[in-house]
């Protein structure tokens, strides 16, 4: 088995693989678990973010209000699924991951300036009260993702630059910070290959320590006369230089296949934010935004994703 650095999480949502199904992903067959019906004014609520927290779980999640506001909020859960969610607003945004770096839960979204999008970076320990720090960069960018540790020395943070619109284009980069305040030395890391992520793509969940690299789940975008898809794929990077990647699958691991995810505000959105890892069994449970509207549960293992990558590896 491939070896997730990490804590034991027992109680992780887990359903196990479908008989004869053939990915290396598999879908709860109770999704989606957060509706716009969790919480009141809400007009949906989708690519969101959880983890261990307590003996259950935390989250923060979007909400996009029926004016259409685009707000964060948190949530607890005993066991991962059912969710109820503080009507309090946290931050103006969208799309937030959160981190458990230096024993504070790191939220990183995307904040909303009058210049364009950039990436807020706030800690918290309780779930409650926020401390916000400076803005990871100025504007335009989308999709900062914090990784779980130091490395050599240094906080690291996928970012992918954009415009200010449903930029046409996206490559991954990563910066280095001493202090979380000042942000340097930055690196490409990836940028779409394959056509199922021709138009771009943004990091997802918190990357994963296994001892092959980082496992890193992102989206990727294939735009068609009916416009964007979103689908998952994944990629190994290099353990001590991050943005090096060792392995990449060449296709999707996870695609708009069921209703929940044609249907919705955006039609044929998967769109991936969290994950929680059992690193004695080696599950992972991810969270994805559907369809621009709710919040759907999917499993793997940390073999499954990685047998998948190596078998269709991009990288010779
Ligand atoms: C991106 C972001 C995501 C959204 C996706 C599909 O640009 O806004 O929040 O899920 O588009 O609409």
């Known amino acids: ?24 992903v598999w879908r709860y067959d109770g999704n989606p678990v957060i509706t716009r019906d969790n919480l009141f004014m809400a007009n949906s609520i989708f690519n969101s973010a959880v983890v261990p927290y307590g003996d259950g779980f935390a989250g923060v999640f979007r909400v996009d209000l029926r004016s259409r506001d685009q707000v964060l909020v948190s949530g607890k859960s005993a066991d991962g699924i ?41 800690y ?5 009260s926020w401390t916000q720090l400076e803005d990871a ?25 954009c415009d200010r619109g449903h930029t046409p284009y996206g490559d991954i980069f990563l910066s280095h910070s001493k202090d979380l305040t000042y ?9 779409p290959v394959k056509n199922w992520e021709m138009t771009k793509v943004g990091a997802g969940p918190t990357p994963i320590e296994t001892d092959l690299g980082w496992l890193m789940y992102y989206h990727g975008v294939i735009t068609s006369c009916n416009g964007f898809t979103y689908a998952m794929g994944a990629a190994i990077l290099d353990r001590d230089e991050p943005w090096k990647v060792l392995h990449r699958a060449d296709s999707a691991l996870l695609q708009p296949h069921t209703d929940y995810e044609f249907v919705g505000d955006v039609p044929n959105v998967v769109f991936p934010c969290a994950a ?13 935004g559907a369809a621009d509207t709710a919040v759907a ?11 998948y990558i190596l078998k269709n590896d991009l990288i010779k």
């Not at 059992?278 to 994805?288: E, L, N």
């Open 183 to 191: 942000w340097g030395k930055h690196r490409f890391v990836m940028g």
């Open 82 to 122: 059912h969710w109820t969610l503080d009507e309090r607003q946290i931050f103006e945004g969208y799309d937030p991951r959160l981190c458990l770096l230096d024993g504070k839960y790191y939220l990183s979204w995307v904040n909303l300036t009058p210049h364009g999008t950039t990436i807020g970076i706030a």
């Open 1 to 24: 088995m491939a070896k997730i650095y990490g804590d034991a999480l027992p109680n992780l949502p887990w359903q196990e693989k479908p008989a004869g199904w053939q990915y290396p």
């Open 297 to 307: 549960l999917a499993f793997t293992t940390v073999d499954d994703t990685v047998d």
């Open 124 to 128: 918290t320990e309780d779930f409650t």
């Open 137 to 161: 960069c100025y504007p335009v960018a989308r999709n900062g993702v914090l990784f779980p540790r130091k490395i050599n020395g240094e906080y690291c943070l996928l970012i992918r630059p």
């Open 276 to 288: 929680l890892t059992d690193a004695a069994t080696g599950r992972i449970a991810i969270y994805y």
